[in-house]
């Protein structure tokens, strides 16, 4: 079935450092990846996403890779500050005429000052 | 624009009971889609609705049922809660269901006792 896979679980870094999550998923008709950013109480929120056609797609701080052939999606984050602090989540959707995501388990990422 | 707004916040209700949860999209918006959120699944995807249609269904008990109304509005019910049904219940609107970027509602906290 479809399934989507994400690592690490937890990350710690020092503010300034890079941080890196990844996802593998399982569909491969999947053709949109999006990532969210959670915080504590909040709603999940869209931080980047890539559609299967492009490689690679950078926003100021945020960048996201895709590797279609090993099926594995990755989010950097450059620089990092403490306001960075959340749980993010990676998604995969399974085909472009439904809305229906399938979600990573989640990477709670703490950057110290 | 208004973002995705859920009713009611949160939710008290004992074993046995159902609970009718409401969600409003943002505006023009036709597509709404219903997960849930627990600490143990992460984000599961429940249903999708469009144009008053449930399109996609998730791997959820008969007991969690939803619908669309004609102004776009959805709800969801779940009969019958068990202890498990506690979870953060998430909304997400999007323009269409092929529409890339989905927003998501604040949530409905159900707690079940």
């Known amino acids: 079935g479809e399934n989507v896979e994400q690592h690490p679980s937890t990350l710690s870094v020092q503010e300034g450092d890079s941080a890196v999550i990844k996802c593998t998923y399982s569909?491969?008709?999947?053709?949109?990846f999006p990532w969210y950013k959670q915080e504590l109480g909040k709603r999940p929120q869209l931080i980047i996403d890539?559609?299967?056609?492009?490689g690679e797609k950078k926003d100021q701080r945020i960048a996201v890779t895709l590797n279609k052939t090993a099926k594995h999606f990755s989010l950097h984050i450059t620089e990092t500050q403490p306001e960075d602090s959340a749980v993010y989540f990676c998604?995969?959707?399974?085909?472009?005429?439904?809305?229906?995501?399938?979600f990573g388990q989640g990477t709670t990422l703490q950057v110290k000052p | 624009k208004a973002g995705v707004t859920q009713t009611p916040r949160y939710l008290i209700k004992t074993r046995g009971q159902q609970v009718t949860l409401s969600c409003s999209p943002i505006?023009?918006?036709?597509?709404v889609s219903w997960y849930q959120q627990t600490p143990g699944q992460g984000l599961q995807f429940l249903f999708e609705?469009?144009?008053?249609?449930?399109?996609n269904k998730g791997n959820f008990p008969g007991r969690f049922s939803g619908r669309q109304f004609s102004n776009s509005r959805s709800e969801m019910n779940v009969s019958t809660l068990e202890l498990g049904d506690s979870a953060l219940y998430l909304c997400?609107?999007?323009?269409?269901?092929?529409?890339?970027?989905?927003?998501f509602g604040p949530g409905t906290r159900l707690t079940v006792l």
């Open positions: 997400a609107s999007s323009f269409l269901p092929s529409a890339d970027t989905q927003y």
């Open positions: 569909d491969s008709a999947s053709n949109y």
């Open positions: 890539i559609r299967s056609n492009v």
């Open positions: 998604a995969a959707r399974g085909s472009s005429n439904t809305g229906k995501l399938i």
């Open positions: 505006s023009g918006h036709r597509s």
């Open positions: 609705y469009f144009s008053e249609t449930q399109r």
